[in-house]
């Protein structure tokens, strides 16, 4: 047997490959969200507008990371998925690294570019190795904690940021937080094994081409559907985890490393509880009623929209705002456990990574690409009559996202007994 077939030897080795694969994906998120608390120090120095930043925060990493996500998936799914993300971490944390080299808007653009290539790598072959590390009852809740990832990384990379740019220059903290992801490399391989592919599913099978992917997923319009609405509430979520760091220094009156640590704070806790909560609900709702694995995100979404409205219509002060926006916040993340099972549900093992970056593809060209430039560009268009205030009217007119993303999740969910068979 081969070292990549041998299985993890008991439930306590997959939950260990869990929390490195969690690690990993936090790393992933610290490095891509850095930039945001950054924001601030990146336009005073280069004086960028916010459609400027809004595209550097957007299109440069969501192009490659979304586009490239599709052949290193289909690589993943007949080669070793550890060493294909442990080069992947590498990479992105050194082109993390890169971008406090940075002289100009074209060098920021292309070292985002690089973090964009280096991450493509990182998502799909993890979802696949978590849905052969657990059974299908427990991988609504598997993948939560893989998704805290988000928040925990989101909340690093506010939290470092605001810290180090404020002590020592922007630069400073991309330089650190890259220098992290690479210390990290070359322990992984060493930590974590492919375990069986397909070990919990009636047929492994063998692997199969992209075209094959493609026919089976089009029989199965929940999966677009449900593609679709993770990515008009990624829109939003993207959106907000770039700007509500500007957003609490120009509106709230924070300095920079006050909106780091508030952030942090915010999305560490709101984001931790929300995406539990949406992992339990999705293997207890969704194990007799598929449909529920689309339902309760669509939703949580809903619910989202008159919390958000309230957060930033009203003022107060920073205890009663922290709670304002920590249960929106909260909401706004439930989906990833829910529709991420749902989606290893529709793909066969062979197909799996493939189908996980075509999900992934859908969700990030729309969520990352659109959301944060989409945010930045209707601040900018705003700023001529509303001044400062401007990044908090464009939020509040963005809001109906969460409408369009709960009735798209809704009708997805209602196919999933039909597509899951």
């Given amino acids: 047997m081969r070292r990549d077939d041998r299985p993890q030897s008991a439930a306590g080795g997959a939950r260990l490959a869990l929390v490195l694969l969690t690690i990993v994906y936090a790393l992933n998120f610290l490095d891509r969200q850095i930039l945001g608390i950054l924001l601030p120090l990146i336009k005073r120095e280069f004086r960028f507008d916010d459609a400027e930043l809004g595209l550097l925060g957007g299109l440069p990493f969501a192009l490659f990371y979304a586009t490239l996500a599709i052949p290193i998936a289909a690589l993943s799914d007949r080669r070793s998925r550890v060493l294909i993300l442990t080069v992947s971490l590498g990479l ?7 971008c ?56 690093a990379g506010v939290f470092l940021g605001g810290e180090i740019g404020a002590a020592y220059g922007w630069r400073a903290a991309f330089w650190i937080v890259g220098g992290v992801g690479l210390a990290i490399t070359p322990m992984l391989p060493l930590l974590l094994r492919d375990p069986p592919r397909g070990r919990f599913d009636a047929g492994r099978g063998t692997p199969v081409r992209f075209g094959a992917v493609l026919r089976h997923l089009a029989r199965r319009p929940g999966f677009w559907l449900l593609a679709l609405g993770a990515s008009a509430n990624s829109m939003m979520g993207y959106g907000l985890i770039l700007w509500i ?12 490393p006050e909106a780091g640590r508030f952030y942090s704070a915010l999305g560490l806790i709101g984001g931790v509880l929300g995406i539990w909560a949406g992992g339990v609900l999705g293997d207890r709702l969704g194990a007799r009623r598929p449909e529920w694995l689309g339902r309760v995100p669509a939703l949580a979404a809903l619910a989202a929209i008159p919390c958000y409205l309230a957060a930033l219509s009203l003022s107060g002060d920073r205890w009663v705002t922290f709670l304002m926006f920590l249960v929106p916040g909260a909401l706004a993340l439930v989906w990833l456990g829910p529709i991420l099972s749902a989606v290893q549900a529709m793909c ?35 700023a001529a009559a509303h001044g400062t205030d401007s990044l908090r009217l464009a939020i509040l007119y963005a809001l109906p996202l969460y409408l369009v993303a709960a009735l798209f999740m809704w009708t997805g969910g209602s196919r999933l007994r039909r597509d899951m068979a």
Avoid: C, H, Q
């Avoid at 992105?92 to 890169?98: E, G, N």
């Avoid at 760091?245 to 509106?251: A, D, T, Y």
């Avoid at 066969?348 to 959301?371: E, K, Q």
């Fill in 92 to 98: 992105w944390s050194l082109m993390t690294a890169a």
């Fill in 100 to 155: 406090g080299f940075a002289r100009g808007f074209s060098g920021l653009f292309a070292a985002r570019v690089g973090v964009g290539v280096g991450e493509a790598g990182g998502v799909a072959p993890s979802y696949s190795l978590i849905a052969d590390l657990f059974p299908p009852a427990a991988r609504a809740r598997a993948l939560a904690v893989f998704s805290m990832g988000v928040p925990v990384g989101a909340a």
């Fill in 245 to 256: 760091p500007s957003l609490l220094v120009r509106s709230f009156g924070m300095t920079l």
């Fill in 348 to 382: 066969p093992a062979p197909m799996r990574a493939t189908g996980n970056a075509l999900f992934l593809l859908v969700n990030n060209l729309l969520g990352i690409a659109l959301g944060t430039w989409a945010l930045g560009a209707l601040s900018k268009w705003l």
